[in-house]
């Protein structure tokens, strides 16, 4: 297929999904003040510009548009627009808020998901699935879920920062999220806790997945990999800050807190990058082993 006919195919997909694109859009002017206010969520406008990418290589992959009518057609819609409406109405009272923007997705993404069945039926709906939730990375979470993570994650690097601080003898102690330390308390803020890492390493373990492993199984294991890299990385983090607090003081953290959070970004992102380059390795030689069977078979014994 010549690239004029590939762009002359995307553009008639394009046509098809107006109204996904119209909805989609709307969500996109709601989720952007996030994205401009929170420095959490800054690489959604990343995330928005790979969404773009992974559609315009599954739009090959869709089939031909046969619109149809079956009941998602009119289930969906419905329902997708009743919610749309209630939170409206919430928002109109008490402001946008990340519980809010999630209904209001929810909402939207019934209403393209009946535009896609329409148009492509199930088969569509399985092509653009990727997309669709990949793109649900860069939305706030709401708080009820966002904050358990949080605490739970400071929670968690605390302790065992104190018990490798206890083990290489720095006495200390956890407090809360703080370690306590004979000089002072170090704090395991937000960023500390490793919750933006981690969701910068979940958007790129699975765009790179998508675009270089074909295998469920790795694509999985590189997600697992990313999160054990970020989560790692900041242990790391928090403990060099905790150990500079006790040979120079607290007031030596704030001299190498960005350069340590630096550190640990790159330390994940090459990471991600190894693990997938290994990953894929594995996946061509298993399926090199096939062919060497094939062309080498098992001598006979006469």
């Keep these: 297929m010549t ?3 590939q762009q002359l195919k995307l553009s008639e997909h394009l046509i098809w999904l107006i109204p996904s694109l119209i909805a989609m859009l709307w969500l996109i002017t709601k989720a952007q003040w996030f994205w401009n206010h929170r420095p959490d969520l800054q ?10 990418f992974i559609c315009s290589e599954a739009a ?8 149809r009518l079956a009941w998602p057609i009119v289930a969906l819609p419905v329902l997708g627009l009743a919610l749309m409406f209630i939170v409206q109405i919430y928002n109109a009272a008490f402001g946008l ?3 809010s923007l999630t209904g209001l997705a929810l909402g939207i993404y019934l209403c393209i998901l009946a535009n896609i069945h329409f148009v492509y039926g199930w088969q569509g709906c399985r092509v653009l699935a990727f997309p669709l939730v990949f793109f649900l990375i860069a939305l706030p979470m709401p708080s009820v879920i966002y904050n358990p993570i949080v605490s739970g994650l400071q929670s968690q690097v605390a302790t065992v920062n104190v018990q490798i601080l206890n083990l290489i003898g720095i006495p200390a ?3 809360g999220s703080l370690i306590q330390l004979a000089n002072g308390a170090v704090g395991v803020d937000e960023a500390c806790s490793g919750i933006r890492s981690l969701q910068s390493t979940v958007m790129a373990t699975l765009f790179i997945g998508y675009l270089t492993l074909t295998s469920r199984a790795l694509q999985v294991m590189l997600f697992v990999s990313g999160i054990i890299l970020a989560v790692g990385g900041n242990l790391i983090r928090s403990l ?4 500079t607090a006790h040979r120079h003081g607290i007031d030596a953290v704030n001299g190498v807190h960005d350069a340590a959070g630096w550190s640990i970004l790159i330390f994940t ?7 997938a380059w290994f990953f894929n390795s594995l996946e061509k030689r298993a399926k090199a082993l096939p062919r060497l069977s094939r062309n080498n078979p098992a001598p006979t014994i006469a």
Excluded: Q
């Excluded at 690489?43 to 773009?52: E, H, Q």
């Excluded at 090959?60 to 619109?67: A, E, H």
């Design 97 to 99: 808020i990340p519980a």
């Design 43 to 52: 690489f959604g406008w990343i995330v928005l510009l790979l969404v773009g």
């Design 240 to 243: 060099y800050l905790s150990i």
């Design 3 to 5: 690239p004029k006919n």
């Design 60 to 67: 090959p992959k869709l089939p031909t548009p046969c619109p």
């Design 269 to 275: 992102a090459a990471g991600v990058a190894l693990c």
């Design 173 to 175: 102690e956890r407090v």
